[in-house]
């Protein structure tokens, strides 16, 4: 119970990301009262994003370090590693958690690609035997994918493809006009059979309010003051607060469920990280929005005699179902584009033309020695603002002097990235769990990983090699890396940073840990908002699902407290 | 993931090399009882005055850590090449990189003191291209001593070229020279990659972004399609509706 003169809030929020970040702003709109706990600082890309900066002013040109894994002027705080914060893979286990600790989460500087779940991304055991299906469809969810892509702002077309859903009529903001790149392999791709279309990325090209559309410069992973690309620090996070209802609390880290005698969620504790007290908060509801393996963290350090194997877990699937995205990559240079006609390539700083998955009928027909999709993500910046991976390009010409000179200006722009972005589905070796043998700088003790890629992923990597190559010898062009076994190509478990199915939903309780609204089955009176919930991981990338998600099931919630059900 | 990630080449970096063997010792002299580093420690080696360059400092000063200030961005360790090394760091990048028509010679776009800032950092990566480069260095001071009679930085052109050549077309015959080629790409690569990034470099380059634009991105220029829609035509290829 709060002691006295310790507010009870309506709902208390942990994490201000994209589940946490569109939670908030639903149930404050409603005028409920919420607390929102974050583990990292205050930021504001308002005072703190460097757009523009030189490279050449950073340190070591701005490139990855251990403190900073993507580079220096990346927005995030936080990386592969943060200090006092460790986690472990399991011997023969490798897996990569990366952890923002900041306002915001990974919002900050997330690529904002945009894609929308299909049909068959929500029942993929009714479609091929394997995995589990959702609860819902796409039918249940689509509405809420129109509201949420209204208010994130999603530039794209409707291209009418099987499973990759239309947005309703006047949603989508105009896509970019494709680079010389991307037209060369939509060029080729046509040729192949192999469609090549506008992507969707959460970046405006209209403004929303006092967001401002994209001025086609600077990288949108430094974080982005005007608010043209979406991070919930310039949008749901200033409009949430704008109604009075929420505060937010930063150097907050949550480590467990408070749990009444009748075993439900009272709120939470957590150390003040600047003083390294612990305090509590307490509302009517809780919703863990603290990133998949986080939230499945804290409910597993949830003990009590009626929790014995963690809050929310008779089904024993906490931390089970671990998921990312299957990675790999491939390079060419093509002696097409040498020496070609200088314009401004900076563009949206992302993607404007993308293969989507194109074969899911000989897939049905069992033509395909992998069940799931995978789409192209396309690095076609050709002339993108010169750092230090220009000196690659003295490999290719080799040499030096007044010659090498001349062939960087005859390579610069002549290279094409080819990105793969592919499903993994569930399986019993990959999963997180509390280390026996660790705790953190709090004491807290910390996951330990497990992962592993089945065949169906190496088969999917070994496809997307294949027709990378077709792609890359139409086109003309001389593979610069990523030529080598699937095993090899296949990127690090939670390397592509789409870890999501640790607190999954579904129909049952004796399987999932949530239900459709992300409402935990044992506590009805806690919430799910990230992507733990995710029955299954799609290869469309998880941030608008986990953004639609939120806001369905914040909705539900607000319900359920108005009739006073929990 | 993320719009900063750039491919990166993958350079076999071997850490224990044969050919540097000789000149090790002396290109880390001086690190004897100094542990400023944040990151593994590499075992100190035992200190020698005979280094013709002179001795590097003990790097010193911990990395920016994991949230710097990106609007003030600031290298917070020291710089350790000595005189000897940066003039012959200088005139190695200037024979990579040198003037012409179109921008300046390397050294004059401050790409030295960015080799001395990379290989003075305290980062594991940095860390193993220091012992390459400061080895690297050493060699060809030793070989232009002893091969021309005069330090590399006062050597002529054609005796510098005659001593890169070897590493910059090796053969399969010399294997011997395998970590001498390892420690001339290494170095292009980041004497390229710092030249080009600076403004004059960019320029030179062709890079004409990073500047803002109001309404619609324009695409690509009337010139820039009709240098593709040449290039299509040539693959036998067409534009899409």
């Known amino acids: ?566 | 993931m993320n719009g900063e990630k750039q491919a990166r080449p993958r350079v076999d970096r071997r850490t224990t090399l044969k050919w540097l063997a000789a000149t090790m010792a002396a290109a880390q002299a001086g690190c004897a009882g100094e542990t400023p580093f944040v990151g593994p420690e590499i075992p100190p080696a035992p200190a020698r005055g005979d280094a013709l360059l002179g001795a590097a400092a003990a790097p010193r000063g911990a990395g920016y850590g994991a949230d710097p200030d990106l609007m003030h961005p600031s290298v917070p360790w020291s710089r350790t090449l000595s005189d000897g090394q940066l003039q012959t760091a200088s005139a190695l990048a200037d024979i990579m990189l040198p003037a012409d028509g179109r921008s300046p010679a390397a050294s004059d776009l401050g790409v030295t003191d960015f080799i001395d800032e990379w290989v003075s950092a305290p980062y594991p990566d940095q860390r193993r291209d220091r012992e390459t480069i400061l080895a690297g260095l050493e060699w060809l001071e030793r070989e232009s001593r002893s091969r021309f009679g005069a330090s590399f930085a006062a050597a002529g052109e054609s005796s510098k070229k005659e001593l890169l050549d070897s590493l910059a077309w090796p053969v399969a015959s010399d294997a011997d020279l395998a970590d001498g080629v390892e420690f001339f790409r290494r170095f292009r690569y980041l004497a390229v990659g710092a030249y080009y990034s600076t403004p004059e470099g960019m320029r030179d380059a062709g890079y004409v972004g990073n500047v803002a634009i109001n309404g619609p991105y324009p695409g690509p220029s009337d010139e820039a399609m009709a240098h593709l829609e040449g290039v299509l035509d040539k693959l036998g290829l067409e534009l899409p509706d």
């Open chain 1, 1 to 566: 119970m709060p002691s006295k003169g310790q507010q009870r809030y309506d709902a208390v929020i942990v994490g201000s990301g994209a589940g946490g970040g569109m939670a908030a702003w639903v149930l404050a709109s409603k005028g409920l009262k919420v607390l929102m706990l974050e583990a990292g600082r205050h930021y504001d890309p308002k005072r703190e994003a460097p757009m523009f900066a030189a490279y050449a002013d950073a340190p070591l040109r701005g490139e990855g370090t251990p403190d900073k894994p993507f580079g220096f002027y990346d927005a995030a705080i936080g990386g592969w590693q943060v200090p006092g914060e460790p986690y472990s893979s399991a011997p023969g286990s490798e897996f990569m958690w990366w952890r923002s600790r900041m306002l915001g989460g990974r919002t900050n500087h997330w690529a904002r690609n945009s894609f929308r779940m299909g049909p068959y991304d929500f029942k993929p055991r009714s479609r091929d035997g394997l995995g589990v299906d959702w609860p819902i469809g796409y039918e249940d969810i689509a509405p809420w994918y129109d509201k949420t892509e209204a208010i994130v702002g999603v530039y794209g077309s409707n291209t009418g493809l099987e499973n990759h859903p239309d947005s309703s009529p006047g949603v989508l903001h105009d896509p970019p006009a494709p680079r010389v790149g991307e037209l060369l392999i939509q060029a080729g791709a046509a040729d192949l059979g192999i469609p090549c279309v506008p992507a969707r990325r959460a970046v405006l090209t209209r403004p929303i309010g006092d967001r401002n559309p994209c001025l086609y410069a600077t990288s949108c992973g430094r974080g982005c003051p005007i608010g043209a690309a979406f991070q919930t620090t310039t949008s749901l996070l200033p409009m949430a607060l704008a109604t009075g209802n929420l505060t937010i609390v930063t150097d907050a880290m949550v480590y467990e469920l408070r749990l009444d005698r009748q075993g439900r969620a009272d709120g939470v504790n957590y150390v003040d990280k600047a003083s390294g007290a612990h305090a509590a908060a307490y509302g009517r509801v809780v919703v863990l929005a603290a990133s998949a393996c986080e939230s499945a963290r804290i409910l597993l350090n949830s003990k009590s005699a009626s929790f014995p194997d963690g809050a929310a877990n008779s089904s024993g699937q906490v931390g089970r179902n671990l998921m990312d995205t299957v990675g790999a990559g491939m390079g060419a240079q093509f002696p097409v584009l040498e020496n070609r006609p200088v314009y401004n390539e900076d563009g949206a700083m992302g993607l404007h033309l993308y293969i989507p998955f194109w074969l899911y009928k000989a897939q049905a027909r069992g033509e395909l020695d992998f069940p799931r999709g995978y789409h192209y993500e396309l690095g076609a910046e050709g002339r993108g603002q010169p750092r230090l991976g220009m000196g690659a390009i003295a490999e290719r010409a080799g040499g030096y002097g007044r010659k090498l000179k001349e062939d960087v200006r005859r390579y610069y722009g002549s290279y094409l990235h080819f990105t793969c972005r592919g499903e993994m589905i569930p399986n019993a070796d990959s999963y997180c769990e509390i280390d026996p043998d660790a705790s953190d700088r709090w004491g807290i003790p910390t996951l330990r990983f497990h992962f592993g890629w089945s065949q169906h992923e190496r088969n999917m990597v070994a496809h997307f090699q294949a027709t990378t190559k077709a792609l890359i010898d139409r086109l003309g062009g001389n593979i610069a890396y990523g030529d080598v076994p699937p095993g090899e190509a296949i990127s690090t478990g939670g390397e592509i940073i789409h870890e999501v199915g640790t607190t999954r939903m579904g129909d049952d309780a004796r399987n999932s840990v949530t239900n459709q609204y992300g409402q935990s089955w044992d506590i009805d009176n806690l919430f799910i908002a990230d992507g733990g919930v995710f029955a299954s991981k799609a290869h469309k990338n998880p941030t608008l699902t986990i953004l639609a998600l939120a806001w369905r099931s914040s909705e539900y919630l607000a319900a359920e407290l108005g009739r006073r059900a929990l």
